[in-house]
T-cell receptor, first 114, second 113 residues
Framework: NAGVMQNPRHLVRRRGQEARLRCSPM?????VYWYRQLPEEGLKFMVY????????ESGMPKERFSAEFPKEGPSILRIQQVVRGDSAAYFC????????????FGPGTRLTVT | GESVGLHLPTLSVQEGDNSIINCAYS??????FIWYKQESGKGPQFIID?????DKRQGQRVTVLLNKTVKHLSLQIAATQPGDSAVYFC????????????FGKGTTLSVSS
């Protein structure tokens, strides 16, 4: 019974490049949350998606960041024109449904911008 | 040893001691609380949760206490083991459908043999 999967686990990008982070939720889960964790800090919510819908993106920066969760395939968090301040660990969590408060986290993608 | 009181960013204990990690939450509308354990280089791992209609819940070697009057949450770990060394986060949720978790500041627990 596979858990939440994220890839890549580590990603290095130069300033100005694009970063694509992928998240495959647990089997049977159709709700995905993305969080960002800066060094020495707790996780901060970015965006919540259901299949083909963005439900809440209140934590997402207005520019350069976008997220999708297509009908088929993983959820993707895209960061365009990365800057050094984007360096962080990005975690996704999945839940079975909107009424399920228990969220299961993936191992994260550690993005380093050089 | 034990540590009770305000949030501490680090807690060091001896193997076999009981540990108490504290967390203050901010939203009085929060209905659901979770403790997560995060080991180095890994994602948060669910430990135990509690609803606001309870004040105590026990798991295997762990107990969560909720004091809604002062908006305080604590995690007690009995007979702490070296494998318990990690960063512990509390998280809250209003219980509204599809709402995200709000994480508190973590506490780094170090267990020495």
């Amino acid at each position: 019974n596979a858990g939440v999967m994220q890839n890549p686990r580590h990603l290095v990008r130069r300033r100005g490049q694009e970063a694509r982070l992928r998240c495959s939720p647990m089997k049977g889960h159709s709700h995905v949350y993305w969080y960002r964790q800066l060094p020495e800090e707790g996780l901060k919510f970015m965006v919540y998606l259901q299949k083909e819908n963005i439900i809440d993106e209140s934590g997402m920066p207005k520019e350069r960041f976008s997220a999708e969760f297509p009908k088929e395939g993983p959820s993707i968090l895209r960061i365009q024109q990365v800057v050094r301040g984007d360096s962080a660990a990005y975690f996704c969590a999945s839940a079975r449904g909107a009424q399920t408060y228990e969220q299961y986290f993936g191992p994260g993608t550690r993005l380093t911008v050089t | 040893g034990e540590s009770v009181g305000l949030h501490l960013p680090t807690l060091s204990v001896q193997e076999g001691d009981n540990s108490i990690i504290n967390c203050a939450y901010s939203n009085s509308a929060s209905d659901y609380f979770i403790w997560y354990k995060q080991e180095s280089g890994k994602g948060p791992q669910f430990i135990i949760d509690i609803r606001s209609n309870m004040d105590k819940r026990q798991g295997q070697r762990v107990t969560v206490l909720l004091n809604k009057t002062v908006k305080h949450l604590s995690l007690q770990i009995a007979a702490t083991q070296p494998g318990d060394s990690a960063v512990y986060f509390c998280a809250e949720n209003t219980g509204q459908a599809g709402t995200a978790l709000i994480f508190g500041k973590g506490t780094t627990l170090s267990v020495s043999s």
